[in-house]
């Protein structure tokens, strides 16, 4: 059967939009309930941390989607770090409206 | 700068470790919070069919890595989605030993 040459780019280009954009409701989840504690920081970390290498490998095998989701996606995921550690903080803290954390490390 | 033909292949293994196994801590929180109220059951969904897509795109494009860390990465978004679902049931349900939920939809 052949694959007609647009076919991997459209098909890139949906999962690309999927991936990435799937990551814009946990943030604003965060930011709503002011509080990450059972997200894990390990996982958004080395998930970001696997975008970047996955950016790499678009560029090597000359991948526009590759390149442009993990790079959108890079961006959301240290979001979702940066949040996280804010959050995580204010709570140690006691900070006024930080909501109860649930911290204890399982 | 001449690429080695090998060099692809392996930055993309790396990638693929770090993008699939970063999913291992979340699912690992989840289960021994044995609670995941403020996960996105919207992100996970999304993610989830985004690497599927993607799984197909490796296919269309014969990248190994590709296919091989979205489909470990589906089975781990899956459970996440599952373990949710399941919490989040026994939460409503006021189950016996269910943590306290932050259940409100932001």
Do not use: H
């Amino acid at each position: 059967m052949d694959i007609p040459s647009w076919a991997p780019t459209l098909v890139g280009s949906v999962a690309a939009v999927c991936t990435t954009g799937a990551f814009v409701p946990q943030v604003v989840r965060v930011w709503r309930l002011k509080s990450a504690g059972q997200i894990s920081l390990t996982t958004f970390l080395l998930f970001a941390l696997g975008t970047l290498v996955w950016l790499v490998y678009g560029v090597l095998i000359n991948s526009i989607p590759v390149i442009a989701a993990n790079g959108v996606t890079l961006v959301l995921a240290l979001t979702i770090v940066s949040l996280k550690l804010n959050y995580d903080r204010k709570s140690r803290r006691g900070f006024p409206g930080a909501p109860p954390e649930l911290n204890r490390r399982p």
